[in-house]
């Protein structure tokens, strides 16, 4: 048994990480009843390590403790871990998509903006370089 700022250290886990993962039953320490002290077992450190492992890979705290959920009912959580990824992955490309779209009219906007001077605003307009190429994307 010890405590959080044991697990902490052995974990390499911020101590307010291991704290909120408590608080929102991710972990489930036992009381000592001489102190008060919250007394973690060493399986958290595996479940710490979990936890990490399915954070690298994009998962909320909140599908890791439906996973964990489902390996507490003795059922085979791997299936749903499965269809997440696979949700994971075209959230991700389409992501990348978008990023990529984005460069390519970041890059198109610097190229145009190349040969325009800068301009004070003047009431009316703000910045001439975002202005002239909102009305240029909108044609586009």
Known sequence: M???AILARKTD???FTIRYYTRIGLLKPSRDVSNGYKLY???DKDRIKFI????????????IQNILN???DHNSPCPMVRELVEKRIEETKKKIREMQKLRRRLEKAAEE??????STPDG???CRLIESFA?????A
Not at 55 to 63: H, P, Q, R
Not at 113 to 118: H, L, R
Not at 135 to 139: A, K, L, P, S
């Open 2 to 4: 010890m405590t959080a």
């Open 13 to 15: 886990t911020p101590i």
């Open 41 to 43: 077992k060493q399986s």
């Open 52 to 63: 990490n492992s399915a954070k690298n890979l994009g998962f909320t705290l909140s599908e």
């Open 70 to 72: 489902h390996a507490a």
């Open 113 to 118: 903006w190349k040969t325009m001077k800068n």
């Open 124 to 126: 009316h307009s703000v």
């Open 135 to 139: 009305e240029f994307d909108e044609t």
